[in-house]
T-cell receptor, first 114, second 117 residues
Framework: KAGVTQTPRYLIKTRGQQVTLSCSPI?????VSWYQQTPGQGLQFLFE???????NKGNFPGRFSGRQFSNSRSEMNVSTLELGDSALYLC?????????????FGEGSRLTVL | AQTVTQSQPEMSVQEAETVTLSCTYD???????LFWYKQPPSRQMILVIR??????QNATENRFSVNFQKAAKSFSLKISDSQLGDAAMYFC??????????????FGKGTKLSVIP
């Protein structure tokens, strides 16, 4: 069974550009969450999607957005990139967004903003 | 807002020895789950162990066990017979209902565990 796949794995952008990251969850998983991981702030919740609907959003500016498609694949977009957006972006999927549900993480997309 | 605190940024342990990683959390909820996740260098994060707040018995998974003290809001991870493959960042995490059908995971800052041969 294939795991959570994130693309691209590495990317470099310059300030002001925008970026789109993709996440393919484990087959059958309908919940997809996104996290930003930085050395200073640790892991911070961005948003969660379930059946193409955003159910929850973390405390991030509107430059961060996302969506989920009917096949549960998800994308997140960051517009007008800032240096502080450099981070590892992790996607996680679960069967459904339950309290006890295990999250399965992808290897992440490492974004560097110059 | 819920917070998770891991007070040990780094720890080390001799191979085959036992190590305990600390975690405390703050919440007003009574129904929640606690997790320990492991993130090896340049590899994906995986679940090590989970504990339901309503269960008094401490969870155990092979060499990994927890000491869950609900009143003290403490959730420590004990790794017995440490192996080289245990070297990783360990994250304590808390999960509870956050509205609109969503259960948000809140992570601590992590503890970097080194295993000395």
């Amino acid at each position: 069974k294939a795991g959570v796949t994130q693309t691209p794995r590495y990317l470099i952008k310059t300030r002001g550009q925008q970026v789109t990251l993709s996440c393919s969850p484990i087959s059958g998983h309908r919940s997809v969450s996104w996290y930003q991981q930085t050395p200073g702030q640790g892991l911070q919740f961005l948003f969660e999607y379930f059946s193409e609907t955003q159910r929850n959003k973390g405390n991030f500016p509107g430059r961060f957005s996302g969506r989920q498609f009917s096949n549960s694949r998800s994308e997140m977009n960051v517009s007008t990139l800032e240096l502080g957006d450099s981070a590892l972006y992790l996607c996680a999927s679960s069967l459904e967004g339950t309290r006890s549900g295990e999250l399965f993480f992808g290897e992440g997309s490492r974004l560097t903003v110059l | 807002a819920q917070t998770v605190t891991q007070s040990q940024p780094e720890m080390s342990v001799q191979e085959a020895e036992t190590v305990t990683l600390s975690c405390t959390y703050d919440t007003s909820e009574s129904d929640y789950y606690l997790f320990w996740y492991k993130q090896p260098p340049s590899r994906q994060m995986i679940l090590v162990i989970r504990q339901e707040a309503y269960k008094q018995q401490n969870a155990t998974e092979n060499r990994f066990s927890v000491n869950f003290q609900k009143a003290a809001k403490s959730f420590s991870l004990k790794i017995s017979d440490s192996q080289l493959g245990d070297a990783a960042m360990y994250f304590c995490a808390y999960r509870a209902y956050s509205g609109a059908g969503s259960y948000q995971l809140t992570f601590g800052k992590g503890t970097k565990l080194s295993v000395i041969p």
